[in-house]
């Protein structure tokens, strides 16, 4: 999940954070999925009914059953990218797939139009139509761009010649409407895009909000007990080993007494700097509550634990609060047994931490070591 500051949106309309864009396509490949086949399909069958057109306007049939011979390759290729449509699971390869397909339509359409030997006023209508869909299909705005601005170059330069009874002067105010109108379509296909990413970085801050302990930005209890029956129940299942680490802040209300909350609270957070440090990718850390930390550790047992839980002991004793008093926590470790439940687990562990502070705090206590003294 990305950073708030990395939410920003470049000239192009992508989020400049290369993994949030990922992330948003992604999200916009399953949004879109069910509907793009679909209106492929129309724009299949809108193509080709315009035969019925140019059956009544193209006398030499060579030229009509080549423009009916495009018009159903055309028709062919819709249906199968919408059946094709159903198989891509990646936004790159819809992306592509999509771009190359309007390229093809604004292909057919320069050559069915050249089988024209004059042209009417509705054939810049057609062009407006092509822009129209262009913008309305679901595609990256660069790419749009390229292929509406292939299409007006292409038939305004060539085809455009042969349009009859339009003179001069009302085709170039024809261009420059329709360059307003592509001007217009830009706009709106920038503002939607726009705020389509707008939406999901405000989706992805509340939920990072929800999940995320607003002092540390690491994981929040509800959070934590979502991940630990995720994995408590993936450990049970496949038999791996998952130990869990409760540790708490050393008399840390002396600290809040003598030194203020704002210093209180710088404590925490060079806390879960220096165990952000000392864990792994896969182990979840969260606040449990006030000055109480828990960190799940998956695929790892009591021994490899205690030794994680030591390490982090001793990194927070360098960190301190004033030239003669550094700051200290105490652990408790468990393992997860055969067939416990998530709350068994957890108050097995919050056990130790106890038991660490009664035997005067600044240890680390596991279960195997309790047992041992006991015996």
Not at 2 to 7: A, I, L, M, P, S
Not at 304 to 326: D, H, L, W
């Given at each position: 999940m990305g950073d708030k500051n990395n939410y920003d949106i470049s000239f192009l309309c992508e989020f400049k954070d290369r993994n949030i864009e990922k992330e948003f396509l992604n999200y916009e490949l399953k949004r879109n999925a069910k509907v793009i086949g679909p209106i492929i399909i129309i724009y299949g069958l809108v193509y080709f009914v315009f035969v019925v057109s140019d059956y009544f306007s193209i006398m030499n049939t060579q030229s009509f059953q080549f423009i009916l011979t495009v018009r159903l390759i055309f028709l062919a290729s819709s249906v199968l990218i919408y059946m094709g449509m159903k198989f891509i699971n990646n936004y790159d390869i819809m992306i592509y797939l999509i771009t190359a397909y309007e390229f093809v339509a604004v292909l057919a359409f320069l050559m069915i139009i050249n089988q024209y030997e004059t042209l009417t006023f509705l054939s810049i209508l057609s062009v407006v139509a092509m822009n129209a869909a262009i913008f309305i299909t679901p595609n990256k705005l660069i790419n749009a761009q390229f292929i509406s601005l292939f299409l007006n170059i292409a038939f305004?330069?060539?085809?455009?010649?042969?349009?009859?009874?339009?003179?001069?002067?009302?085709?170039?105010?024809?261009?420059?409407?329709?360059?307003?109108?592509?001007?217009?379509?830009?706009?709106?296909f920038y503002l939607n895009n726009y705020y389509k990413r707008k939406q999901y970085a405000d989706s992805l801050e509340?939920?990072?909000?929800?999940?995320?302990?607003?002092?540390?930005?690491?994981?929040?209890?509800?959070?934590?007990?979502?991940?630990?029956?995720?994995?408590?129940?993936?450990?049970?299942?496949?038999?791996?080993?998952?130990?869990?680490?409760?540790?708490?802040?050393?008399?840390?209300?002396?600290?809040?007494?003598?030194?203020?909350?704002?210093?209180?609270?710088?404590?925490?957070?060079?806390?879960?700097?220096?165990?952000?440090?000392?864990?792994?990718?896969?182990?979840?850390?969260?606040?449990w509550g006030g000055e109480e930390f828990v960190i799940l550790l998956p695929n790892t047992g009591n021994d490899q634990a205690a030794e994680m839980a030591e390490r982090m002991r001793i990194a927070i004793e360098k960190i301190t609060v004033s030239e003669s008093e550094n700051i200290t926590c105490s652990f408790g470790i468990a393992s997860l047994r055969e067939n416990e439940s998530s709350e068994s687990f957890i108050k097995r562990g919050d056990k130790l931490l106890y038991e660490a502070k009664r035997r005067g705090k600044n240890i680390v206590v596991y279960e195997m070591e309790v047992l041992e003294e006991v015996r």
């Amino acid at each position: 999940m990305g950073d708030k500051n990395n939410y920003d949106i470049s000239f192009l309309c992508e989020f400049k954070d290369r993994n949030i864009e990922k992330e948003f396509l992604n999200y916009e490949l399953k949004r879109n999925a069910k509907v793009i086949g679909p209106i492929i399909i129309i724009y299949g069958l809108v193509y080709f009914v315009f035969v019925v057109s140019d059956y009544f306007s193209i006398m030499n049939t060579q030229s009509f059953q080549f423009i009916l011979t495009v018009r159903l390759i055309f028709l062919a290729s819709s249906v199968l990218i919408y059946m094709g449509m159903k198989f891509i699971n990646n936004y790159d390869i819809m992306i592509y797939l999509i771009t190359a397909y309007e390229f093809v339509a604004v292909l057919a359409f320069l050559m069915i139009i050249n089988q024209y030997e004059t042209l009417t006023f509705l054939s810049i209508l057609s062009v407006v139509a092509m822009n129209a869909a262009i913008f309305i299909t679901p595609n990256k705005l660069i790419n749009a761009q390229f292929i509406s601005l292939f299409l007006n170059i292409a038939f305004f330069v060539f085809p455009a010649n042969h349009i009859y009874g339009i003179d001069t002067s009302v085709l170039i105010k024809t261009i420059l409407y329709v360059i307003m109108i592509v001007t217009y379509c830009n706009i709106g296909f920038y503002l939607n895009n726009y705020y389509k990413r707008k939406q999901y970085a405000d989706s992805l801050e509340l939920l990072r909000l929800s999940i995320t302990d607003s002092l540390t930005g690491i994981f929040n209890r509800a959070k934590f007990n979502e991940e630990l029956k995720k994995w408590t129940d993936y450990c049970s299942r496949y038999e791996s080993d998952i130990s869990l680490v409760f540790f708490d802040i050393d008399n840390f209300k002396r600290v809040n007494d003598n030194y203020g909350h704002m210093t209180g609270d710088k404590v925490i957070q060079d806390i879960v700097l220096s165990i952000q440090n000392k864990i792994r990718s896969t182990d979840i850390f969260a606040r449990w509550g006030g000055e109480e930390f828990v960190i799940l550790l998956p695929n790892t047992g009591n021994d490899q634990a205690a030794e994680m839980a030591e390490r982090m002991r001793i990194a927070i004793e360098k960190i301190t609060v004033s030239e003669s008093e550094n700051i200290t926590c105490s652990f408790g470790i468990a393992s997860l047994r055969e067939n416990e439940s998530s709350e068994s687990f957890i108050k097995r562990g919050d056990k130790l931490l106890y038991e660490a502070k009664r035997r005067g705090k600044n240890i680390v206590v596991y279960e195997m070591e309790v047992l041992e003294e006991v015996r």
